[in-house]
Structures are given as C-alpha cells and as structure tokens.
C-alpha cells in the first residue's frame, strides 16, 4: 500500500489521542512561540533597538517587563522580535539542507553502486570536517551575516540528512510496492519522488524536528561569536553575548532571557521532534 | 523503537528550565538599575598610598597575554604593563606623568635643531655589561628604522651620532619640542645590542631573554598560561627600592579578572574598563583607585567613502549621546569627552587648556534639540551617503555601545548606519591593513599617548599622518603643527596646541567620545602603585608592597 505524508500523519489514529501531557505542553509552548513570532511587532511595547541611556541595567517594572539591557533597551520587545529571526533562521537551513541532502540520500540508495560509493565518500569527507571549522571558512569567504551563516549551516547539515535520507530510502525501496510500480513502467523518478519520498516523509520530519532545535543552537551560536546576526538584531544568540557583560556587574537578565528562550525552544522542539520520531517511525 | 531521549530527563531538563526563570525573575528583580544607583566615586590622584613593606610575590592580571617584547614589532596594553618594569629608557614618566632624565642624565638643546643626551654612566644591562652611548645610539636607530613601530617619534631626526663618550647628538630637521619627552616612551628604550643580535628575528618571542636594564628580569614566559617577571639581582640603581620580589602575570578577558580578583586568585590589575570598577566595588578585600590617563575612547574615521565629507562627520559628532555612552559603558566611571587626548596630556599650561577645552563646541556630552538641528541641517547641506555608513564593532562592552550608540545617533538626524563586527583579534589591523578599514566608515578604540603633551597627539591630524585615515587635509594645520613642534616655550606651545586642537574638533577626522582615567584593583593589603596610566611606562611592580611593614 502506498500512502502520501499528510494522509499518514492524518491517519495515525493513535497519535491524537495517546496521552502524552509533555508532548502536548511543548507542542501548545511551540504554537504560542511561533504566534508570538507571527505577531511580535504587535505585541512588542517599545522598537527593539529603541536606546535609552536613562534606563540601562533596568529591573523588570511595568514599563520594562523584564528589564532593560546595557543601552537601556527593552528586554521584552527584543524578545519578542527575536523571536522571528531565531525561528526563520533555522527554518531557512533546514529547507536548504533537506533539499540537498534528501536529493543527495535519494539518488544515492535508488542508483546504488558506484553513484551510492561516491556520494557516500563525498558526505564522509564532509562529516570528516569539523562542522564549525567549515562554517567559519564559509562565512570567511562570503562574509558575515544572518543569511551566510543559514547557508553555511545547510552545507554542513546536508549531508547529516543525506545520510538518514539514504538509510531510510533503501529500506522503503525494498518494499514491493517499488517492484510494482517498476513493472508498470513508471519512471525512476516518478517513482523516487512521487511514492518513495512520501513515504519517508513521516520519519523525516520527526528527524528534522530535532535538527530544527540543533540549527537553532548552532546559529545563535554562530551569532555569539558574530558571525551571524549582527547588532542591532535582537537574534537571541546576540543577546545572550552582548548581554554577558551584565554578569560581572550583577545583571543576569539581559542573558538569561535569551539563553533561557533558546533553551526552552530547543527542549520543546526536541520533545516533539522524538515523539514524532517515536510514533510515525513505530507506525511507518 | 527505543527513546533517544527519556521522558523523565525531557520532564526533568522541562522543570529546570521553568525553575532557572522563576530564579530568574527573582534575582533581576532584587537589583537596582544602573541609572536608579548611586554615583560611584573612587579615590583619584596619581598613585595609591606608599607601601610600608615588601611583598614576595603577586600576581597580576592582564588583559591578554603579551605579543612579544620587542617593541619595534608591536605593543599594546598588555605589553607596556609588563615590560615596564623590565626596560627603561632615556627619559622615565612619573606617577604625575610628568617626564624626567632616566637612562639620559640629561637632555638638551644646543641650538635651533641639534639636542644632545648625556647618557648616565654605571647602567648595567641584565646581563652585566655596562650601557655605552654606542648601546643607546644603536637602539635609536633601530627605533628609527623604516617600518618599526616607533619610528614616528623620530620623524623630524635628520642624523643621530655620538659625539661624546657619553653623548649622542641628535639633528633635527627642525626644532621637535616632544623629542625629549617622546624618550620617555618605547621610542626612548634602551636595548643591549648584543643580545638583541644573537636572538635575531626570535628576539620577542617566548624563550629569549630581555635586552633591558630595568628593575625587574624577565623570568618564564610559558604561552598561554603566564609570565613571571623577577626582581633584578644586580640592578643598578642602588637607590631604587625595589618592593615586590616578582610578579607572575596572567591574562584573561574582564569578567575573569574581576571574578579572580573576587575570589582572591589576583592580587591586582589595571583594569581593561573602568566599568569593571563597578562589581568589585562590593568586594571588601579589594581596594580600588582611578588616575590622570591620556587615553580617550574615540571614533577614529576610514578612508572607505561615506565620511570624506567632514559635515557628515560634525553632524555625527553632534548627534551622538556621549554622557550615554559613558554611562551605559562605563558605569558613570569616564567622562563625556569633546577632545581625542585626555587631560593627562596636559603636562603644562592647564588652566589655559582647561578654559580652551570648555569653549569647544561640536560635542555635546548628550545632544539638545538645537545640536540635533544643526546636525540635520549638516546633513541635508551635505546630502547623504548613498550607502550605509559602517561601524565597526568587536563584540566588546564599550564597542558594542559606543557602535549601538553611533547607530542611534545616525537614525536620528536621517542618516542609515549599520554596525559590522570584526573579531578581536582582527581589530588592531584597522590601524595597519587598508583592506580592514575598507570593511567600516568608523571603528572605535581607545587612543593614548605616552607623552603629556598634546601636541604629541595632535601631529595626527597633519596630511602625511600615518592615522590620518580620512584624509583630513589643511595646509594651515600642517603648517600650525610643525610651528608647534619647534615651539620649547610651553606657553607659546599651549596657545599653539590650543589652535590645533579646536581645528581637530572642528574638522573631527576622528570623532572624540570620552575619557577614560587609569583604574586599578588591588588586593586590600597591597598598595603603593601608581594609579595614574604613568604604569604603562613606569616601573610600578617596584612600588608594590604591603600596606603594614
């Protein structure tokens, strides 16, 4: 039986309504957070990079809900719009690796042979080098900024996926249905791209949950040591490093929210990413 | 299918988190803002009180490790603060930065251009061979060479021989009012030629010895973990009381300093920021003090485009909120400043360069109405850049504000600015690589001079100023610096230097943000050092004791 990925995620009738309270709080966490990024110059009280000298270091008050940074900026609106660029980011890496990787993976498992030798040799050498290490000589080369670090990290992250892409795709290619559609005449592609990758597609996405948490870690860490996000973004790897000053003075704020929404967005998104994993993988 | 990841440690690792922000919320919530605190005020006089005895062994954090000792290389900071007390020269900066004869027991002019040093007999180099005019001649020169760090002191030097067995005489192209004081700088440094040689190009480098004749020897130097630097067993001023037996340096960004010097590992530091003051201020074993520096924290303008045109770079210095920046960088410990020297610099005729600092205008320690107007009006006078000005920042406390700042103060009067980080390790090649300063319009840095004087400092607006990276250009400014070079008599130099200094301001090649005094930390029972920048020169470690004999 072949079935698309939609239509397996639809009718996994167990996963609705197996109790699971975790799951559910991290997906509830994970749509407010994804609201909040839709919404957040709505809901944002001051312009993130508003300065206020008269106001630095600020406790949390009801004009500052959490506070104020070194530059008196509002810490809650920085958040909020910090949001946006912590989710996009990580969005944007994983579109361009899975489309390199899943078609690195794919073509790999459905040619076999030397194709699957070469490309498997090519991703080796890739996973050989330390990923940082080949971000930092990417961003060399281009130059810094949000969107270089994206690419630099869906470089490095492609052949992560080719890799899954092609242990998943040669086990589904050895299901008849595969034999049947070759009998009938299809073509390689119709067949890899129309029926086996859907297929795939519930356990890939449970994987790439989970690489979302870890391209969000990876990027606000790029933006900690400037070579993402520059100032004055409130990207909250950003924050976190202009905010460390505050530490030595007593201010925990300033990095503390931010560490700690990185860090409540990741858990959340790796709470979901293996329940997904756990549930489409048992039931594919 | 096993569960990579438990559901107790994901029910675990979820409570943690929610528990960090309730503490979260509590601990931020106990402390007072900055701007709701009260003024923070700190002794503040040359040196901290004398030491009553000696002390065995410090040790001293820096804020990074040394480069290299050979000073026609490089130095910086951290060199200066170590070497200090290892190698002297022919004139020696006091606590007060004032300048008097050292390794030269005296320094004259003999006429219009020629000054002549006598050099002091009975020096000895650490390893035991007597200085000779020969050995002072040949450091000059070196210090003189093309491409060596400290060959702009002798800009104006035509020839240097001996002419004495204790005298070198100098010829200068013209009278150079701060030669002499200028010796008191790295450019003065006395080098024993024969261990310089035999190390060659390794001279500098971990492992060689010192070429000095100071009150301390360079003991190990392990990379990446510490330098010792030992009292010198034979040192030959018998009438130096040399108080500490050594000092063992390590180095580490300021937030390690300030948690070694809270948790008793340091026993001191010249502090990289005033505002680390701030948190150490609350530490009962840890006394602090803050003096007269020359150092500024500036914007110093590239030759990349944008600012050419000096309206653009007033309507800038108009704008930017320097009481903010002093504040929100500094804890309120350094002071809006109008000038890129501080008033360290003014060794002579204070009062005059007090009354001519007060009567400068283009920078407002925090923008009115009326600047922000005018800086407008610039704007639009001068049109704007078509691309975004760029600033440059490391990451770095004051860099960070200084470069949010500017931004802010770019939106305000209709210009774009966008910060862009280079990294640390990066920065000081603003001063040396084009292809650096082509990545920013501004970067900031704090400039210092070694001599208090500011026509020292002002010979970087001439034209042919190797920092003059913007290409500020007027004849009358280079004609007024070489009168004030030849100028020996201080009050005609002061009006001079007064002159260049309100032509810097009104043109702003580098846009002036504040004043940063030389702060130190000491353990409560150690005392005596200078708390003056005189440390970057002076040989302070020898001053260091304890408080009780």
Same mark, same amino acid.
């Given at each position: 039986?072949?079935?698309?990925?939609?239509?397996?995620?639809?009718?996994?009738?167990?996963?609705?309504?197996?109790?699971? %309270?975790?799951? @559910? +709080?991290?997906?509830?966490? #994970?749509?407010?957070?994804?609201?909040? !990024?839709? /919404?957040?110059?709505?809901? =944002?009280?001051?312009?993130?990079?508003?300065?206020?000298?008269?106001?630095?270091?600020?406790?949390?008050?009801?004009?500052?809900?959490?506070?104020?940074?070194?530059?008196?900026?509002?810490?809650?609106?920085?958040?909020?719009?910090?949001?946006?660029?912590?989710?996009?980011?990580?969005?944007?890496?994983?579109?361009?690796?899975?489309?390199?990787?899943?078609?690195?993976?794919?073509?790999?498992?459905?040619?076999?042979?030397?194709?699957?030798?070469?490309?498997?040799?090519?991703?080796?050498?890739?996973?050989?080098?330390?990923?940082?290490?080949?971000?930092?000589?990417?961003?060399?080369?281009?130059?810094?900024? %949000?969107?270089? @670090? +994206?690419?630099?990290?869906? #470089?490095?992250?492609?052949?992560?996926? !080719?890799? /899954?892409?092609?242990?998943? =795709?040669?086990?589904?290619?050895?299901?008849?249905?595969?034999?049947?559609?070759?009998?009938?005449?299809?073509?390689?592609?119709?067949?890899?791209?129309?029926?086996?990758?859907?297929?795939?597609?519930?356990?890939?996405?449970?994987?790439?949950?989970?690489?979302?948490?870890?391209?969000?870690?990876?990027?606000?860490?790029?933006?900690?040591?400037?070579?993402?996000?520059?100032?004055?973004?409130?990207?909250?790897?950003?924050?976190?490093?202009?905010?460390?000053?505050?530490?030595?003075?007593?201010?925990?704020?300033?990095?503390?929210?931010?560490?700690?929404?990185?860090?409540?967005?990741?858990?959340?998104?790796?709470?979901?990413?293996?329940?997904?994993?756990?549930? #489409?993988?048992?039931?594919? | 299918?096993?569960?990579?990841?438990?559901?107790?440690?994901?029910?675990?690792?979820?409570?943690?988190?929610?528990?960090?922000?309730?503490?979260?919320?509590?601990?931020?919530?106990?402390?007072?803002?900055?701007?709701?605190?009260?003024?923070?005020?700190?002794?503040?006089?040359?040196?901290?009180?004398?030491?009553?005895?000696?002390?065995?062994?410090?040790?001293?954090?820096?804020?990074?490790?040394?480069?290299?000792?050979?000073?026609?290389?490089?130095?910086?900071?951290?060199?200066?603060?170590?070497?200090?007390?290892?190698?002297?020269?022919?004139?020696?900066?006091?606590?007060?930065?004032?300048?008097?004869?050292?390794?030269?027991?005296?320094?004259?002019?003999?006429?219009?251009?020629?000054?002549?040093?006598?050099?002091?007999?009975?020096?000895?180099?650490?390893?035991?061979?007597?200085?000779?005019?020969?050995?002072?001649?040949?450091?000059?020169?070196?210090?003189?060479?093309?491409?060596?760090?400290?060959?702009?002191?002798?800009?104006?030097?035509?020839?240097?021989?001996?002419?004495?067995?204790?005298?070198?005489?100098?010829?200068?192209?013209?009278?150079?009012?701060?030669?002499?004081?200028?010796?008191?700088?790295?450019?003065?440094?006395?080098?024993?030629?024969?261990?310089?040689?035999?190390?060659?190009?390794?001279?500098?480098?971990?492992?060689?010895?010192?070429?000095?004749?100071?009150?301390?020897?360079?003991?190990?130097?392990?990379?990446?973990?510490?330098?010792?630097?030992?009292?010198?067993?034979?040192?030959?001023?018998?009438?130096?009381?040399?108080?500490?037996?050594?000092?063992?340096?390590?180095?580490?960004?300021?937030?390690?300093?300030?948690?070694?010097?809270?948790?008793?590992?340091?026993?001191?530091?010249?502090?990289?920021?005033?505002?680390?003051?701030?948190?150490?201020?609350?530490?009962?074993?840890?006394?602090?003090?803050?003096?007269?520096?020359?150092?500024?924290?500036?914007?110093?303008?590239?030759?990349?485009?944008?600012?050419?045109?000096?309206?653009?770079?007033?309507?800038?210095?108009?704008?930017?909120?320097?009481?903010?920046?002093?504040?929100?960088?500094?804890?309120?410990?350094?002071?809006?400043?109008?000038?890129?020297?501080?008033?360290?610099?003014?060794?002579?005729?204070?009062?005059?360069?007090?009354?001519?600092?007060?009567?400068?205008?283009?920078?407002?320690?925090?923008?009115?109405?009326?600047?922000?107007?005018?800086?407008?009006?610039?704007?639009?006078?001068?049109?704007?850049?078509?691309?975004?000005?760029?600033?440059?920042?490391?990451?770095?406390?004051?860099?960070?504000?200084?470069?949010?700042?500017?931004?802010?103060?770019?939106?305000?009067?209709?210009?774009?600015?966008?910060?862009?980080?280079?990294?640390?390790?990066?920065?000081?090649?603003?001063?040396?690589?084009?292809?650096?300063?082509?990545?920013?319009?501004?970067?900031?840095?704090?400039?210092?001079?070694?001599?208090?004087?500011?026509?020292?400092?002002?010979?970087?607006?001439?034209?042919?100023?190797?920092?003059?990276?913007?290409?500020?250009?007027?004849?009358?400014?280079?004609?007024?610096?070489?009168?004030?070079?030849?100028?020996?008599?201080?009050?005609?130099?002061?009006?001079?230097?007064?002159?260049?200094?309100?032509?810097?301001?009104?043109?702003?090649?580098?846009?002036?943000?504040?004043?940063?005094?030389?702060?130190?930390?000491?353990?409560?029972?150690?005392?005596?050092?200078?708390?003056?920048?005189?440390?970057?020169?002076?040989?302070?470690?020898?001053?260091?004791?304890?408080?009780?004999?």
């Amino acid at each position: 039986m072949t079935t698309t990925a939609t239509g397996a995620l639809l009718r996994r009738d167990g996963l609705a309504r197996r109790r699971d %309270p975790l799951y @559910a +709080v991290s997906l509830a966490f #994970l749509g407010l957070v994804v609201l909040v !990024a839709a /919404f957040a110059p709505l809901l =944002a009280p001051y312009p993130p990079d508003a300065i206020d000298f008269t106001a630095i270091w600020g406790s949390p008050s009801p004009a500052h809900l959490l506070g104020t940074d070194q530059l008196g900026r509002d810490l809650f609106s920085r958040l909020l719009l910090g949001t946006r660029e912590s989710l996009i980011g990580p969005l944007a890496l994983l579109a361009g690796a899975t489309v390199i990787g899943v078609a690195i993976g794919l073509v790999a498992a459905w040619n076999g042979g030397w194709v699957d030798v070469l490309l498997a040799r090519i991703t080796d050498v890739m996973f050989a080098f330390p990923g940082l290490l080949f971000v930092v000589l990417v961003i060399a080369v281009f130059g810094k900024g %949000p969107w270089t @670090a +994206v690419v630099a990290l869906a #470089l490095a992250y492609a052949p992560v996926i !080719a890799k /899954f892409t092609r242990s998943i =795709a040669l086990s589904e290619l050895a299901r008849p249905y595969v034999d049947a559609y070759r009998v009938q005449g299809a073509s390689a592609v119709h067949i890899a791209v129309r029926r086996v990758l859907p297929n795939m597609t519930p356990a890939l996405l449970g994987y790439l949950v989970v690489l979302f948490g870890e391209g969000l870690m990876s990027l606000a860490t790029l933006s900690y040591l400037g070579f993402g996000a520059q100032p004055p973004s409130s990207e909250w790897g950003l924050m976190v490093q202009e905010g460390q000053d505050g530490i030595v003075l007593g201010h925990f704020a300033p990095t503390l929210v931010p560490g700690l929404a990185i860090a409540a967005v990741v858990v959340a998104v790796n709470i979901v990413g293996v329940r997904l994993s756990e549930r #489409l993988g048992a039931r594919a | 299918m096993n569960t990579p990841f438990p559901r107790r440690r994901l029910a675990g690792t979820a409570l943690a988190t929610g528990a960090a922000a309730i503490l979260l919320a509590g601990c931020t919530a106990a402390g007072p803002s900055t701007s709701e605190a009260p003024a923070v005020e700190l002794p503040f006089g040359p040196t901290t009180p004398a030491a009553s005895g000696p002390v065995d062994s410090v040790t001293w954090m820096l804020p990074s490790e040394p480069a290299t000792f050979d000073f026609d290389i490089d130095s910086g900071a951290a060199e200066n603060t170590v070497f200090a007390n290892v190698c002297e020269r022919l004139m020696a900066v006091q606590p007060d930065l004032t300048t008097v004869p050292h390794l030269a027991e005296s320094a004259e002019w003999v006429d219009d251009t020629r000054v002549v040093f006598t050099i002091r007999d009975g020096v000895t180099f650490h390893d035991g061979s007597p200085m000779t005019a020969a050995d002072v001649l040949w450091s000059m020169q070196r210090h003189a060479a093309e491409g060596a760090d400290e060959s702009d002191e002798y800009a104006n030097v035509v020839s240097m021989e001996q002419t004495g067995e204790r005298e070198i005489t100098v010829t200068m192209a013209q009278r150079d009012a701060i030669f002499i004081q200028a010796m008191a700088g790295n450019g003065g440094m006395v080098l024993n030629p024969r261990v310089v040689e035999a190390q060659g190009d390794a001279f500098g480098s971990p492992g060689t010895p010192d070429a000095c004749t100071g009150p301390y020897t360079l003991g190990e130097w392990k990379p990446g973990s510490s330098l010792t630097i030992e009292r010198a067993a034979d040192y030959w001023d018998d009438s130096r009381e040399v108080l500490a037996g050594e000092v063992v340096f390590r180095w580490a960004d300021q937030s390690a300093v300030v948690n070694a010097l809270t948790a008793g590992e340091a026993d001191g530091s010249y502090l990289d920021s005033p505002a680390s003051a701030i948190p150490l201020q609350q530490v009962s074993d840890v006394s602090l003090a803050q003096g007269p520096s020359t150092n500024a924290w500036v914007l110093l303008a590239t030759e990349r485009g944008p600012l050419a045109d000096e309206r653009i770079r007033q309507a800038l210095s108009l704008a930017i909120d320097r009481s903010g920046i002093t504040t929100a960088a500094f804890g309120g410990l350094a002071q809006p400043w109008k000038t890129p020297i501080g008033q360290g610099a003014w060794g002579y005729e204070t009062e005059a360069f007090q009354a001519a600092y007060d009567e400068l205008e283009g920078a407002p320690a925090s923008p009115d109405a009326a600047d922000l107007e005018r800086a407008k009006a610039l704007v639009a006078e001068a049109g704007a850049p078509d691309e975004p000005i760029l600033v440059a920042s490391d990451g770095g406390s004051v860099r960070n504000v200084v470069s949010n700042a500017l931004v802010a103060a770019a939106k305000q009067i209709g210009l774009d600015a966008e910060i862009v980080t280079v990294p640390s390790a990066q920065y000081g090649d603003f001063y040396s690589d084009e292809a650096v300063r082509g990545q920013a319009d501004l970067f900031s840095d704090e400039y210092y001079i070694s001599k208090n004087d500011p026509v020292g400092f002002y010979k970087n607006g001439a034209s042919t100023a190797t920092v003059n990276f913007v290409g500020f250009s007027d004849p009358d400014y280079d004609a007024l610096v070489k009168e004030a070079f030849a100028a020996t008599d201080d009050a005609e130099r002061a009006e001079l230097a007064i002159e260049l200094q309100r032509r810097w301001v009104e043109a702003t090649p580098w846009i002036s943000i504040a004043q940063s005094p030389s702060t130190v930390a000491l353990r409560a029972e150690l005392t005596g050092v200078p708390a003056s920048a005189a440390y970057l020169y002076y040989p302070w470690a020898a001053d260091l004791g304890t408080t009780e004999g």
